[in-house]
């Protein structure tokens, strides 16, 4: 799976979009973009997942380069309830479900009143 | 909506003592994971079952541990002989496609 980079911490307002980077500059064409985030002392919860295109659900928006070197998770109107650790993953989908998830730092993200 | 549920929230329990941790999954799915996060670290895989039996397990996953779905509802981990270092937050997570894993809010182990 290929390596990702994200910011350790963030501070984002209440209300504003919050935009959290990753790079993952060695991609390779069959790996997917997850996103998973973990609120103080909860189970990681899925946010989000892409291949090549944009998408869009009622958490979150995933924005992937054209050339999928970087992505961007986009918090249209971040809460309290957002300030969470932030993870991206990047893998290959299996075709059978028993696939781990591999947890890196991720970025703590703060949401400020 | 439907979620992974895990019991007890907390477990306290001595060194060399067995725990069994429980989780009931989503109703619908076939995949079943643990994981483990050690206070202050990252969230790391353990074991994942399919089909009543071990898919995939960690180097953590040692001897020490096992996993059992004992009826159609519940998937169970044992700590066979309890270490300090075993105290962590414990996950159990289900899914039902290659996409996306759903957590349950975990039991929190204490090794006295």
């Known amino acids: 799976d290929a390596k990702t980079t994200q910011p350790p911490s963030m501070d984002c307002a209440e209300g504003r979009a919050a935009n959290l980077p990753c790079n993952h500059s060695?991609?390779?064409?069959?790996?997917?973009v997850y996103w998973y985030r973990q609120i103080h002392s909860q189970g990681p919860q899925y946010i989000i997942h892409g291949l090549k295109n944009n998408e869009t659900n009622e958490m979150a928006s995933l924005i992937i380069t054209e050339d999928r070197k970087s992505s961007t998770l986009i918090l249209p109107h971040a809460t309290l309830r957002d300030t969470a650790v932030y993870y991206c993953?990047?893998?290959?989908?299996?075709?059978?479900?028993?696939?781990?998830?591999?947890f890196g730092p991720g970025t703590s993200l703060s949401v400020i009143p | 909506e439907p979620e992974v549920t895990q019991t007890p929230s907390h477990q306290v329990t001595q060194m060399g003592q067995e725990v069994i941790l429980r989780c009931v999954p989503i109703s619908n799915h076939l995949y079943f994971y643990w994981y483990r996060q050690i206070l202050g670290q990252k969230v790391e895989f353990l074991v994942s079952?399919?089909?009543?039996?071990?898919?995939?397990k960690s180097e953590i996953f040692d001897d020490q541990f096992s996993v059992e779905r004992p009826d159609g509802s519940n998937f169970t981990l044992k700590i066979r002989s309890t270490k300090l270092e075993d105290s962590a937050m414990y996950f159990c997570a289900s899914s039902e496609s290659r996409y996306e894993q759903f957590f349950g809010p975990g039991t929190r182990l204490t090794v006295l």
């Open positions: 060695t991609i390779s064409g069959n790996e997917y």
């Open positions: 079952f399919y089909n009543n039996e071990i898919s995939e």
């Open positions: 993953i990047v893998r290959v989908p299996r075709e059978t479900s028993y696939d781990k998830v591999i």
